[in-house]
């Protein structure tokens, strides 16, 4: 069993089954996540913070755990230092997984599945359909390994980044999964991030929502893209079984913590999506919601049939939302140029663009 696909009351599980005294597990933890100890590379090199540790456990625990991550195949950064890695499983599958700077701090936007099932048409990624979903231990094996380049790269140590589960794949398509990755990475002994610092973005599927409940209270986003159904149909086809306004309404539900609000994605697609109706049908549709909406210059990508708008519409699309007092923001495009923005992921493209890192991690 992979060790980074645990949580601590199962090693403590695993402790009390082998005999050991439970208090190990948040000291085995600590080690792992906070000093980044790799238990088997520590059998053979001493590690000074392991003078203490009973060597017992040492050897139990490097024969009963497997302790590799993923690797990293290939990296780009583009001129806004946004950092795109290709990772590679212990299955030759890849996915891809974007380092973003974003107001003095990072975010990762992590994959969660190999390819996707939805085919959403203003997506590179869904061009692909869906090869298999990502294990917890191969989630938390991306923040990791993406977290240690960037100091590597860096050379300094850098603040946690924050997590959106908006890269390749469905997270709520992988419940199971997506979810208790989520409850290691909230773990306080281990990785700790706060439920704010982890967002989660749906295309709307709603079996998922519906039990949203049973995840930590991480915040969560939408992707509207449109509030008029035909066009959200020719968009994501999930819209055509789980319409937006079924959607909305469950979200409405879900309990939030305070000042968290539903954040919608709304990709702004040239000539598509962008006009003064769109925006009234949008406004009408959430005026009664706690949104804010987060409008998306479309990404191209090779072979799509959408545009990007100019600037100008962007801005006056905004104005429309605000005057009505929707909040609204604009997100400034990062890593395009790498195919590492929005939408524009896709295994084989990277491949074939990508050059080797210098090291191996
Ligand atoms: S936008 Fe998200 S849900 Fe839709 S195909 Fe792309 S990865 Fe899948």
Known sequence: MNFYGLKQNELEEWLKNHN???????TIFQLVYKEKINFIHSLNHSDALLTNFPTQLLKKLAVDFDFTLPKIKTAHQSQDQTIKLL?????????????IPFHHKHTICLSTQVGCAMNCSFCYTGTQGLTRNLAPHEIIGLYLVTYKYFEEVTGKKQVKPNIVYMGQGEPLHNFDNVKKATEIFLETYGIELGPRNITLSTAGYLPGLEKFT??????IALSL???IDEKRNALIPLNQKYPLTTILTALSKLPRLKRQYIM????????FNDSFADAEVLIETIKDLPVII????FNPFPGSVYQRPEKSRVDEFKSWLEVKKIPAMIRTTKGDEILAACGQLYVDELNKKAKKVPTQI
């Open 20 to 26: 050991f005294p439970l208090a190990h597990a948040r």
């Open 87 to 99: 990772i590679e499983f212990s299955d030759g599958k890849s996915v891809e997984t974007v380092l």
């Open 214 to 219: 049973e995840f930590p209270r991480i915040n």
């Open 225 to 227: 893209h449109s509030a």
């Open 264 to 271: 919608c994605e709304y990709l702004l697609i040239k000539d």
């Open 294 to 297: 987060n409008l998306i210059p």
